[in-house]
């Protein structure tokens, strides 16, 4: 997909769309991180960015009243996970690859402050980290330069040195008396916190606190840091009023304008966790579904082609909780390139062929992916795959381990996702099989050390929750639902209890909950 540059005056325009969405009584509230009237980005009442000395005037009176105004809403965020369902290592070499997201998601709950307070939290728990900086104390004065900002509606490809240095005062009392590693890590999600809400926020914007949890594993190849980037990208942008929708019946083109925003800014986040990501990962978490992705000149932006009609997969995430370094195992790659150069190219291009033939079986008018013979010519096609990275030399003894057990026993088919040298697998399913073993295998994958994760392939993208407030099918439903606090959030038990009490899949019987939202970006 090529980025659209958002004009001044389209994204004006869409601002007062934004002002329509969504969240009506968001008008009424005195938030704006970037409006100002010298770019027409000023959506603030939906005035086009044009005004007047009067009209700033007069905007100034209703400012100045609007500051007695209720404050906003608590809201959820939510982004998925991702896998690598074909072409990893090929990729690497300008070989196409397609990368899904799963069921498992972060969810982010912003809950906001009585106007004195003025402080901004970070909060999560998943690695032990909470941090409150004072608002005031910011260094908005570098993020606000001329020269220096951005806008929510620009792309921004590299991070700014100058800013970067600006945030790192505020890091050093992050996390006090934790190991170096670990304060490291917390450093790390607080810097790409700290850029995402200083570029996106102004020194006026509300005291808040960023609660966040994730179902996701952590470090295992399934995306986990771009969820996080999705969440708060999105949640920041809801803030400053500059996404429209999601709604029912809002045209699939401007949908995947406020979706691309979004993915503008999270890629900015995984900059921050990165340094060089390729983008494959937030791109996905914000679409949802899937996207077919390459590289060919790494000077140039990739091609990401999305697969809005791709279909919902059931799979078998399995963790092997063994650590993998990608840098090692995309090394070891290069150097058996290097001393087999036409054998290797060969099985690249093989893993290219493979990778086309799955982007034209899922494609196929009459693909059905609840049918057997579907979900077979997809099985066979993840199995070659496996065949081919094993030849490579990145399959590990756990990863083999887990074919033989879901392969071999003829359950699914499976094949290593991401970098491979550990991490994760992914094991299509085949719709036939009893629940007892399935229920068995998991149990015999649990003893042997394996973490399992039952999951979706293909789901929605980043969804809202406005206010925080859900349905659940219960008598609780007819005064209104019930509101998510925060110590019930945190106190949710495991990732069971975030999906139960939060979960966008938590309607019932698994269907899709009442109240979370979805920008529907698919074009039939
Ligand atoms: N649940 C979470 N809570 C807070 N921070 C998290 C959480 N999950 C991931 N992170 C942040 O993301 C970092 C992990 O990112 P990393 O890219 O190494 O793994 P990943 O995103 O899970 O895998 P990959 O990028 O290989 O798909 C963590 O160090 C932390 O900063
Ligand atoms: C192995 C690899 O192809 C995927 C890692 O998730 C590396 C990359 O694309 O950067």
């Not at 905007?59 to 009243?65: G, H, I, L, T």
């Not at 195992?329 to 062929?353: F, Y």
């Not at 149990?443 to 399992?452: A, H, I, K, V």
């Amino acid at each position: 997909m090529t980025f659209t540059p958002i004009t001044p005056d389209s994204a004006t325009s869409e601002m007062s769309n934004g002002v329509n969405g969504l969240h009506k009584e968001m008008d009424d509230l005195h938030i704006n991180g970037n409006g100002n009237s010298t770019n027409g980005t000023n959506g603030i009442n939906g005035t086009n960015g044009r005004s007047t000395l009067e009209d700033g005037e007069k905007k100034k009176k209703r400012m100045s009243r609007k500051l007695s105004s209720p404050m906003m809403p608590s809201f959820m965020v939510s982004a998925p996970g991702k896998v690598i369902v074909f072409g990893e290592h090929a990729v690497v070499y300008g070989k196409a690859a397609i990368a899904a997201s799963v069921s498992l998601r972060s969810y982010l709950l912003v809950t906001h402050l009585s106007k004195s307070k003025r402080t901004v939290t970070m909060q999560f728990p998943d690695i032990d980290l909470i941090h409150t900086w004072n608002i005031d104390e910011l260094p908005w004065d570098i993020f606000q330069q001329p020269s220096k900002k951005k806008y929510y509606y620009d792309l921004v490809t590299s991070l700014d040195p100058d800013l970067v240095k600006a945030i790192q005062p505020h890091l050093t009392d992050i996390s006090l008396g934790k190991s170096e590693a670990e304060r490291k890590i917390h450093q790390n999600s607080a810097a790409s916190f700290l850029y995402l809400f200083l570029s996106l926020g102004s020194p006026k914007s509300p005291g808040c606190r960023y609660t966040l949890r994730s179902t996701i594993p952590i470090g295992a190849g399934v995306g986990s840091s771009a969820s996080i980037g999705v969440c708060l990208a999105a949640a920041m942008l809801l803030q400053i009023r500059t996404l429209s929708g999601p709604h029912p019946d809002q045209p699939p083109e401007e949908a995947r304008l406020q979706v691309e925003r979004i993915n503008r800014w999270a890629f900015v986040a995984e900059m921050c966790i990165h340094g060089n990501p390729s983008g494959v990962d937030n791109t996905v978490s914000t679409h949802g579904k899937a996207v077919v992705y390459q590289r060919t000149d790494y000077k140039k932006p990739p091609t990401v082609t999305p697969l809005w009609d791709f279909p919902e997969l059931p799979l078998l995430l399995v963790n092997t909780r063994t650590p993998k370094s990608t840098a090692v195992e995309v090394a070891k790659v290069a150097k058996l390139r290097t001393t087999h150069q036409e054998l290797v190219g060969s099985i690249m291009d093989a893993i290219d062929k493979v990778t086309r033939s799955a982007e034209s079986l899922i494609e196929e008018e009459y693909f059905d992916n609840e049918e057997t013979e579907s979900l077979r010519r997809v099985g066979e096609l993840m199995t070659i795959n496996h065949g081919l990275l094993s030849a490579l030399g990145v399959s590990h003894p756990r990863l083999e381990r887990i074919r033989e057990l879901v392969d071999h026993e003829g359950y699914g088919w499976s094949k290593l996702t991401g970098a491979g040298g550990g991490g994760c697998s992914i094991s299509l399913m085949k719709p036939d099989i009893p629940q007892e073993k399935l229920d068995k295998l998991e149990r015999r994958l649990d003893m042997e050390g394996y973490q399992t994760f039952r999951t979706t392939l293909g789901g929605d993208g980043v969804g809202v929750l406005w206010p925080a407030v859900l349905k659940n099918g219960l008598d609780e439903d007819e005064e209104g639902g019930m509101e998510i606090d925060l110590e019930g959030f945190l106190n949710a038990p495991g990732n069971d209890g975030v999906e139960k009490l939060v979960g966008v899949s938590g309607g019932l019987d698994g269907a899709e909950r009442e109240g979370w939202k979805f920008w529907r970006v698919e074009s039939q």
